[in-house]
C-alpha cells in the first residue's frame, strides 16, 4: 500500500528545548496510524508542524503528502491539501449552529453573500455522514461533547479532508460516545480516508489503529504494524507499546500501597452528610440528592459513575460551593461542622480540591511554575503581606524534584510544560497548602501511562502521611487499583458502596447504571 504521508527527519527546537529531533513518519493511503508516547514526547509538536502550525521554515525536514514535497505556511495551506487536525480543545463557536460551525471560514457565499439555504442542506448531508442526527440549525452550545467531536469531523469532511489528525478525541467523552467515535474512524478507513489517533487511552488504539508510531523524548523509537489486515485482531498488546513509550516494562500499572500507621489510622478526616445541591438555572433540579460518605484517614475512597451521575457537581460544591444552589447538608472535617461556604473558607478549614479542568481552573498558564506552585499557600510564603520570592522559589525547586516535573526552570511558563507536567504542578500547589483533605476530579485525564504511575505514586504518598483522598475517575481500573473504597453515583445519588474486595468492573457498572428511585437498573 502507497504512503499518503512521509514525514522525514523532522527537528523542532524550541529555546531551551530540542523537541523533535530526527523524527520519521509514514502513513499509508487508507489506514488508522496511532501516534503515542508519554507527555512531552514530541506528539502534539509534530502534528503543528505538518498541520502548519509551526510553518515552513521553522524546523529541519522533509514532508511529503501524495509523494510531493510540502512547504506549508499556515493551517489553511495544509487544509487546501486535504489535512484536518482536530485538536482536543474543539475549535467551536457555541453561539453559532452546527451548520455555521462546520462552513466556519468555509462559507457556501456568492459575491460576498453566504447562501443559506445551500448551507443548511449540505451541512445536514454531511451531519448524516457522521451519524449527528440534529438539526443543523441547533446552537453548538446545546449539545455534548460527544456530538460536539462528530460536528468537528463534519467540519473535516467539509473540507475535503484526504488525512485526518486527532488530537485526544475521546478524552472528555464517555464509554458510549468514546464507541460511537472509533466506529466512526472505522468508517471513514473504508472511504479511503487516512486518520493519524493521538491516543493515551491504548484500549481504544489497539481496537482500531492498523500501524503505532511510538515516540519518546521527540524521538522515533519504533513503528510497530498492530494488525495484518484491516479487521484482523491486533497482534500488539497495550504492555508492548508501554515499553516502547516508557522505556522500560511496567510491570505494576499502579504502585505499592503503604499503610497510614498514625495512632489516629482509622478516625473519620471528611464526613459529608444529606448534602443536597440544585442546579444553578433550573433550581427544580437537584444534580446531587442527600448525598452522605466518609473518608478515614490514610484512605483513599473512589467515587464512579457515568457521564451526568454529579461527581463533579458534588466534589465543586462541597468545595466552597462552586457549583449550583447549596440546598442542605454539612461537611465535618476531624468531627467538627466546617466552613466551606466560599473557597478561601474551605481551603483555610483544610480542603483541597484537583479539577478535572486544569487548564482552566488549576491552573494560571501566563505565570510561572513557582507562582502556580505557591498559589494557594501565599500567606505561609508572604512577610508582611509580601510574598519572599526567594522562599517561594525554594518551594517550586523541592516540588520540581520530588514530583520529577520535567522543566528547565522553576521559571518556566506553565502553559509551557506537557499535561501531565501541568498536573503534577497543580498537585504540587495543593500539598504545598498541607491540606487534611484532598479532592481529586479525574487526576489523570489526558496523561499518558508513565506520567499516571508518578502521580498515583504521590497520592499514595500522601495517603501514607495520613491524609484523606477522595478521587473521581471515569476509568474503572484506575479507582479499583487505587482505592480502598468505591462509592457509585447516578442521577445525582448514592447507589452503593463496595470495598476494593468486593468491587470489579462488573460490580461498579451495574450500581452506576442502577435507578435507586426504583431500585432498579
Known sequence: MSSVLDMRSITKTFPGV?????????????????????????????????????????????????????????????????????HQELALVPYLSIAENVFLGNEHARRGVVR??????????????????????????????????????????????????????????????????????????????????????????????????????????ETL????????????????????????????????????????????????????????????????????????????????????????????????????????????????????????????????YVTEDRKTYGLNLIDTVARNISLASLPGLARGGIVDEHRERQVAERYRRSMNIKTPTVFERVGRLSGGNQQKVVLGKWMQADPEVLILDEPTRGIDVGAKYEIYTVVDRLAAQGKAVLMISSELPELLGMCDRIYTMAAGRLTGEVSREDASQEVLMRHMTMDRSRGSR
Open 18 to 86: 530540542r523537541a523533535l529531533s530526527g523524527v520519521n513518519l509514514t502513513v499509508r493511503h487508507g489506514e488508522i496510524h496511532a501516534v503515542c508516547g508519554e507527555n512531552g514526547a514530541g506528539k502534539s509538536t509534530l502534528m503543528k508542524v505538518l498541520s502548519g502550525v509551526h510553518p515552513h521554515g521553522s524546523y529541519e525536514g522533509e514532508i511529503l503528502f501524495e509523494g510531493e514535497p510540502c512547504a506549508f505556511r499556515d493551517i489553511r495551506a495544509s487544509e487546501r491539501r486535504g489535512i484536518v487536525i482536530i
Open 116 to 221: 443559506w439555504n445551500e448551507t443548511v442542506r449540505h451541512a445536514a448531508e454531511l451531519m448524516r455522514r457522521v451519524g449527528l442526527h440534529e438539526n443543523p440549525q441547533t446552537r453548538v452550545a446545546d449539545i455534548g461533547v460527544g456530538k460536539q467531536q462528530l460536528v468537528e469531523i463534519a467540519k473535516a469532511l467539509a473540507k475535503r479532508v484526504r488525512l485526518l489528525i486527532l488530537d485526544e478525541p475521546t478524552a472528555a467523552l464517555n464509554d458510549e460516545d468514546s464507541a460511537k467515535l472509533l466506529d466512526l474512524l472505522l468508517e471513514l478507513r473504508s472511504q479511503g480516508i487516512a486518520c493519524i489517533l493521538i491516543s493515551h487511552k491504548l484500549g481504544e488504539v489497539l481496537r482500531v489503529a492498523d500501524t503505532v508510531t511510538v515516540l519518546r523524548d521527540g524521538r522515533t523509537v
Open 225 to 352: 504494524a498492530v494488525r495484518p489486515s484491516p479487521g484482523a485482531p491486533a497482534e500488539v498488546t497495550e504492555d508492548r507499546i508501554i515499553r516502547g513509550m516508557v522505556g522500560r516494562d511496567l510491570d505494576h500499572r499502579f504502585p505499592e500501597r503503604t499503610p497510614y500507621r498514625g495512632e489516629d489510622a482509622g478516625a473519620v478526616a471528611l464526613e459529608i452528610s444529606g448534602w443536597t445541591v440544585r442546579h444553578p438555572i433550573d433550581h427544580q433540579r437537584k444534580v446531587v440528592d442527600d448525598v452522605s460518605l466518609t473518608v478515614r484517614r490514610g484512605e483513599i475512597v473512589g467515587i464512579a459513575g457515568l457521564m451526568g451521575a454529579g461527581r463533579t457537581e458534588l466534589a465543586m460544591s462541597v468545595f466552597g460551593r462552586s457549583y449550583g444552589v447549596y440546598a442542605g447538608g454539612t461537611v465535618r472535617l476531624n468531627g467538627r461542622e466546617a466552613d466551606t461556604r466560599t473557597v478561601p473558607a474551605a481551603v483555610a478549614a483544610g480542603l483541597a
